[in-house]
């Protein structure tokens, strides 16, 4: 029977994947030589007024900002604090972007993709510029990009074998659950809107069917330390929360629709109703100063907790108002060309030339750079690598269009009866409705979305393949045995 039943052995995963990373080292070379190019085509890491600033301000005095940022990302600041080199930020970013190629690729070459897929799918990553210029800023977008494809990574690299029925165990250890879960909150303290990856992740291993003591490892694994930073957030700022800005976020938000007639709401947030301002972006309302919440007294931020309720109250009584905005926002994404979004962002995909001096009569200019690194000073290009990088040609549509139809193809893999791309996917789909949610479109927030969406297709393209060769390869089955299972055939392979 052994012998009989050995050509219906499904291979093992190890046999199954193909040998060779010869076209994924020549990658991994060119975009480790373009991350040089871009440390030599500028003199120093890009800050940004406000961002960089307070990221920096708060990895010297670890206290967690009353605001937007979490303090996620200043941790990893402060390990590099005794270096006093924004410039070495900038190149460990350079490393950690090309680490998630690295995952990426090891991942997808896991699930069986052949070197050239696996190494097509990190394209983006290693060569857009945009996600290069992101590497190089002091911003903590690249390190949430970074944790979020680790705690995939870890997920997803046990699977089931080819064939294998529903149910089979291919679902991560406890151990594995509770490292992705820890990676996922470290992501959502870096950036909240990832936060809720976590329930994502969980309702994922519920529905592979994974036993309980591994959702409850990822779980606890990733609220514990959410809840530890929320406590630390009260003891500075008497609110049990991981930021304070989500209301003023939400009802910016709100702006570009609320019609206080519909709404309706109490005199104490009356106030709040839209007042005559208008912006071209959701996100403009939170800075504009005719803006409704900033003439109320006190800082903006003071108010989070009513205009929260506010925009709650918004969004209840025009559903789909709300609904309409997000969506038309979104569509901003797909675009052939760039649409700007505010009106004064120039998006490009191209690597600028330049100068881009610092806000020196902000106070906190010169006290960052007394207390973190006395060498911070506005970002200028160098010749002739600069002329080299902007000659460097990548087309928007692969940004834009293309990101749409790896979305669509990821999605459609993401239905069928294995769903090997449904968690890529849907940590794309959210990554890049979130942000647009809860407070508006920015074609920087669109960037960590796009590894997921590429990981997501390049496995809806090898389950659909496998498909219909594992397919082929049952139905040969049945007709050499009929009446047999493919779990009748491999308890009859144990027991001989």
């Known amino acids: 029977m052994a012998a009989t039943l050995a050509g219906t052995r499904p291979l093992a995963p190890a046999a199954r994947r193909p040998r060779g990373h010869g076209l994924f080292a020549c990658v991994l070379a060119l975009a480790a030589a373009l991350r040089v190019l871009v440390m030599l085509g500028y003199d120093t890491a890009q800050l940004y007024w406000y961002d960089s600033f307070t990221y920096l301000d708060t990895a010297v005095h670890l206290r967690p900002q009353a605001a937007f940022h979490p303090a996620g990302y200043s941790w990893f600041l402060w390990a590099l604090r005794p270096f006093h080199s924004v410039e070495l930020v900038a190149g460990l970013q350079h490393a950690m972007g090309l680490g998630i190629g690295v995952m990426i690729y090891a991942l997808l070459r896991r699930r069986s993709l052949p070197g050239w897929g696996a190494a097509l799918a990190t394209v983006p990553v290693l060569f857009d510029p945009s996600f290069l210029r992101l590497e190089h800023a002091v911003l903590s977008d690249l390190q949430v990009i970074f944790l979020i494809t680790a705690a995939l990574v870890v997920l997803m690299w046990r699977h089931a074998p080819s064939g294998a029925p529903r149910g089979w165990p291919g679902v991560p250890s406890a151990r594995a659950a509770a490292v992705a879960g820890l990676l996922l909150a470290l992501a959502g303290l870096t950036r909240t809107a990832a936060v809720p990856l976590l329930a994502l992740a969980a ?294």
């Open 203 to 496: 309702g994922w291993l519920v529905l592979r069917r994974a036993p309980w003591r591994r959702v409850a490892a990822l779980v606890l694994a990733g609220a514990l330390p959410l809840a530890a930073y929320a406590g630390w957030y009260a003891q500075h700022h008497g609110r049990f929360a991981l930021s304070g800005s989500d209301g003023v976020a939400l009802w910016a938000r709100t702006m570009t629709f609320a019609d206080c007639s519909v709404i309706k709401p109490p005199p104490a947030e009356a106030p709040l109703c839209p007042n005559g301002t208008v912006a071209d972006a959701a996100s403009e309302y939170v800075w504009a100063p005719g803006a409704s919440l900033n003439r109320l007294p006190g800082d903006r931020f003071a108010h989070n907790d009513l205009a929260r309720s506010f925009a709650l109250r918004a969004i209840a009584a025009q559903p789909l108002d709300y609904l309409r905005e997000v969506a038309r926002d979104t569509s901003l994404a797909f675009t052939w060309s760039p649409v700007p979004h505010p009106r004064r962002m120039s998006p490009s995909t191209t690597f600028p030339r330049g100068s881009w001096p610092l806000p020196e009569q902000q106070a906190l200019v010169a006290k960052v750079r007394s207390e973190y690194d006395p060498g911070i000073h506005g970002m200028s290009s160098v010749e002739p690598y600069a002329s080299i990088l902007a000659a460097y040609p990548y087309p928007w549509f692969l940004h834009g269009t293309v990101f749409g139809v790896l979305l669509l193809a990821g999605g459609l893999g993401s239905a069928g009866r294995r769903r090997a791309a449904l968690l890529p996917w849907a940590t794309a789909a959210f990554l890049l409705l979130a942000p647009v949610a809860a407070l508006d479109f920015d074609h920087r927030y669109v960037l960590p979305a796009i590894p997921f969406a590429c990981v997501s297709a390049a496995l809806a393209v090898a389950g659909a393949v496998t498909g219909r060769a594992t397919g082929a390869a049952t139905g040969a089955r049945t007709r050499r045995f009929p009446g047999l299972t493919f779990r009748r055939l491999t308890s009859l392979r144990k027991n001989t």
